[in-house]
């Protein structure tokens, strides 16, 4: 099976806050976003990657990509103003030979090769599967309105979802075709019916969103 994974890197940074552009800040040497794009390269489950960019940006992410020689980068393609947008336009520039699709935030450098071929794997046997860890802290219900605590969640049973997430190619087709909105893909295909399996992501495995990630990220390289 051929699988193809979208790269979404079109954010607007606003809780970064940095003038460099997010997937662009330096993160031991190099561009946070190629250390990304190197495990997928890297993988032998992945045949091909779309790079979705914001659009002022994209010969930049074009250059990085040529000097970088990742070869398996078929396409740069234009975000949106949303990530379901971004990720929608990803999912039109895949070609008719793709029938798995993977989805990670650009901004996720510490994603293994283990994890991808995990993921795909058991989207194959299952249609979707997610990256998940589970819930640190203890998570309640509370009004927003007065501030009173409405119930306490059980935590045995709360995972933190990451990317990679995987699905087969009508799974997340279908999903998206729904046209709603959601802040991971998953939701989509739970939206539509579908089964969505986790398997282990990583507490290393974050989502660089703040400064404070970002030294995180240094000290998770410092080792
Ligand atoms: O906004 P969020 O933290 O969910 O972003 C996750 C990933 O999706 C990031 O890599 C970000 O650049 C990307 N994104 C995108 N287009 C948007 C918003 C987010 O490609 N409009």
Same mark, same amino acid.
């Given at each position: 099976?051929?699988?193809?994974?979208?790269?979404?890197?079109?954010?607007?940074?606003?809780?970064?806050?940095?003038?460099?552009?997010?997937?662009?800040?330096?993160?031991?040497?190099e561009?946070?976003v190629l250390r990304t794009l190197r495990v997928f390269e890297a993988s032998?489950?992945?045949?091909?990657i779309?790079?979705?960019?914001?659009?002022?940006?994209?010969?930049?992410?074009?250059?990085?990509?040529?000097?970088a020689g990742l070869?398996k980068?078929?396409?740069?393609?234009?975000?949106?103003?949303?990530?379901?947008?971004?990720?929608?336009? %990803? !999912?039109? +520039?895949?070609?008719?030979? /793709?029938? =798995?699709?993977?989805?990670?935030?650009? &901004? *996720?450098p $510490?994603v293994?090769g283990?994890?991808?071929?995990?993921?795909?794997?058991?989207?194959?046997?299952?249609?979707?599967?997610?990256?998940?860890?589970?819930?640190?802290?203890?998570?309640?219900?509370?009004?927003?309105?007065?501030?009173?605590?409405?119930?306490?969640?059980?935590?045995?049973?709360?995972?933190?979802?990451?990317?990679?997430?995987?699905?087969?190619?009508?799974?997340?087709?279908?999903?998206?075709?729904? %046209? !709603?909105? +959601?802040?991971?893909?998953? /939701?989509? =295909?739970?939206?539509?019916?579908?089964? &969505? *399996?986790? $398997?282990?992501?990583?507490?290393?495995?974050?989502?660089?969103?703040?400064?404070?990630?970002?030294?995180?990220?240094?000290?998770?390289?410092?080792?």
């Open positions: 099976m051929r699988t193809v994974a979208i790269i979404p890197t079109a954010g607007s940074g606003e809780r970064f806050g940095s003038a460099v552009p997010k997937p662009l800040v330096d993160l031991g040497g561009p946070l032998s489950v992945v045949d091909g779309i790079l979705v960019v914001r659009e002022d940006l994209k010969k930049g992410y074009e250059d990085l990509v040529a000097r070869r980068v078929v396409a740069c393609v234009a975000g949106g103003a949303t990530r379901t947008v971004s990720v929608r336009r %990803g !999912l039109s +520039a895949i070609g008719p030979e /793709a029938e =798995v699709v993977i989805v990670h935030d650009g &901004v *996720r $510490f293994t283990a994890m991808i071929a995990e993921g795909v794997a058991l989207a194959k046997e299952n249609g979707a599967a997610i990256a998940a860890v589970p819930l640190k802290p203890t998570v309640k219900l509370v009004d927003s309105v007065t501030g009173e605590v409405k119930g306490t969640l059980e935590r045995a049973r709360l995972f933190e979802v990451q990317t990679p997430q995987v699905f087969r190619r009508d799974v997340i087709e279908k999903a998206y075709a729904l %046209g !709603l909105e +959601a802040t991971d893909d998953a /939701a989509l =295909v739970e939206k539509a019916g579908g089964r &969505v *399996r986790v $398997f282990p992501g990583s507490y290393r495995n974050i989502k660089i969103t703040t400064p404070e990630d970002l030294l995180l990220a240094q000290a998770f390289l410092e080792g």
